[in-house]
């Protein structure tokens, strides 16, 4: 599990890298809205890391068999969107806790991140990349 979890999160920062190259480069070299944008570049990023996660973090989860590319696919953005919404709520929570934080906005934005790691590699390893049974 701790290789797994390593890996994750590696995937996860090429995302951010990706979601973040994105978000840029459709707001300051197309002019987009930056909501817009934001969704677009989402969409690109949860795509690329469940490529990679697919084909590299969980490619070990047995020999039973593979889900259908489409179904694993639908359950990985229901988890990526569960573990967004845990971002956001830490988040929130955190500064109704301590309202001072405001100033400071990536603690908040850390404690939401963790928690929206844990959310995103729990779902992803049990119910996406769930282990399948060996013959």
Known sequence: MGAEFVR????GAAGFAVDAGVLTLLVSLLGSNVYAARAVSFAVAVFVTWLINRRWTFANRGVGPVPSAGAEYARYV????????????????????????????VLPLAFGAVAGL??????????????RPTR
């Open 118 to 131: 844990a959310v995103n590699f729990v779902g992803a390893r049990t119910w996406v990349f769930a282990q």
């Open 8 to 11: 994750f999160a590696a995937v």
């Open 78 to 105: 229901a988890v990526q969107v569960t573990g967004a919404l845990a971002n956001l709520g830490v988040f929130v929570v955190v500064l109704a806790i301590e309202p001072t934080l405001v100033r400071y906005p």
